[in-house]
């Protein structure tokens, strides 16, 4: 048994998440770091925001696995002067690497949304959109049904409790009593899907960063119907990911002969700090 190299870890990425499921938009791979480096030590987030690389330096990670990327736009320059180009300058002076999985890791079996749809106790889960170019049970989003029928409210309180604690809670919108079977999911921004979910004849659909006029025209056309909507925290929603896929890795790492040290970060990356509510 020996510590894998940065290009070991990124074989192994591939066969778990592989890059052509991602977004034809997205950035995925590696960002920072030499394929031919040691990666024993590991460490998995959604956010690779500062605090974060305190984190992973502090212990002396030498791999970063974000979901979210932290060059998806275009740069002119990676200057420390700048928050970016700063994590950039500490990741390559601690000679640690950085590698994104993102919506590969949202489309493949055992990704973002299946992690979610387990968790809510999903059965005879579908893709909401199939990958193109992946297998049948691989694309973006997930439908299932319930084992049965429960009402939205105590639906809700499921959702809440196996998420971590944010600021911005769980909102709702649809009777709370209504019965919901058929449930849909995608973990992070989802409202590109509606039209997917009204078609796949979803209950009620659980995503996040639902904005005002999209989620108030989906119910506006259901008029008080379903699809009813449940609206959770982007970091939440992606979060119940990481300890599924550092498990996953640290498998086919083992697999392979490989020895190494994989966790996930303790630092809570949703960017709202507290909220106000009436009577609060």
Partial sequence: MHAPTVGDVLLAIEELWPESLAEDWDEVGLVAGRSGKRADRILFTVDPTAAVLDEALDWGATMIVSH??????????????????????????????LVTVHTN?????????????????????????????????????RVGNLGSPVTLGDFAEVVFSILPAVAGGVRVAGDKDALVRRVAVCGGAGDSLFDRVRSSRADVYVTADLRHHPASEVREAAAGATPYLIDVSHFGSEWLWLTPAAEALAGVLTDQGFTTDIRVSGVNTDPWDFVLTPGH
């Fill in 68 to 97: 979210h990327p932290l060059l998806l736009k275009p740069v002119s320059s990676v200057a420390a002067s700048g928050f970016k180009g700063e994590a950039i300058h500490r990741l390559i002076e601690a000679g640690c690497a």
């Fill in 105 to 141: 890791g949202d489309s493949a079996v055992g990704g973002v949304s299946d992690v979610l749809a387990d968790a809510l106790g999903l059965q005879d889960v579908q893709p909401l959109t199939p990958a193109a170019d992946g297998l049948p049970e691989e694309g973006i989003g």
